[in-house]
């Protein structure tokens, strides 16, 4: 489902959970009992705070540095979206470094990071697997990957999905964290974020049933993926090698 300006208005509040928890889960990570380098987010005086390198400038991304920030990290965004790093940068003038991600760029700040935020998205497809296995053999042992963009299939090559009661693998001696729910963690404040978007819809489709709320609404159009058992999505159905029929023409508007 598209909002006007091309948005995802209902991914948006589980990214922004997403994004918030994934320090929170990282600085977890990072601990001894749990395989972590023993690296505290903030340091205290005297000891540098760790370094935390969110890839990844969206809703995820953009929520996660806010935290890591908040964590007092020594924080680095990346992302091939200069708007978005302007945005940042911009904000927090001067508290976060923005840096584009060109794949030379991003193995240095991976190698060097004690916490990895994995948040890129691109859309209908999955994840550009931009933390490659020999990147993170390069990495300090007990260093930490969240990788967000597992529900995508993950943006490091070494991610496979977890659960909430099992998060936690330590793979080439990096403890990933690869949930691909998170929000369900934090149920009571997803709930209510996801039904305060979610809602409008709901009534539109119990109001008017499914074909007149789409064609009153060309945003939620955008969100059907199958009808009568045919793909009406062409990304998703590049992606599996399957035929698609486009969304007017499956529910007779074209
Ligand atoms: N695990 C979970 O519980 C959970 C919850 C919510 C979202 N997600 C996932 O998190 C990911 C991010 O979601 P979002 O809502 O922030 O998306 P978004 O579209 O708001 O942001 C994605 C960002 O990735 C950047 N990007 C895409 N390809 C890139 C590349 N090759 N190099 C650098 N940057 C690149 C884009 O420019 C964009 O700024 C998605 O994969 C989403 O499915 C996971």
Known sequence: VRGPRGDLPLLAPMSRIAGRLAPQAGAWALQMANGGSGVLLGGVPGVPPARVLVIG???????????????GAQVTVMDRDTDRLDALDRHYAGR???????????????????????????????????IRRETIRRMRAGSVIVDVAIDQGGC???????????????????VHYCVPNMPSACA??????LAQV??????????????????????????LQVHAGRLTDAALAAELGRDFIPVDQALGLA
């Open 57 to 71: 400038a969206g809703s995820v991304g953009a929520n996660a540095v806010r935290i890591a920030v908040g964590f």
């Open 96 to 130: 976060v470094e923005t840096s584009a991600s060109d794949p030379a760029a991003l193995d240095e700040e991976i190698a060097r990071a004690d916490l990895v935020i994995g948040a890129v998205l691109a859309p209908g497809r999955r994840a550009p697997k931009l």
């Open 156 to 174: 490091a090559e070494t991610s496979r999905p977890t659960s909430h009661t099992q998060p936690l693998f330590v793979e080439e001696g990096i």
């Open 188 to 193: 009571r404040t997803a709930t209510l974020a």
């Open 198 to 223: 979610t809602l409008p819809h709901v009534v539109a489709l119990a109001g008017l049933g499914m074909p007149e709320a789409l064609r009153r609404d060309a945003g939620l159009r955008e969100g």
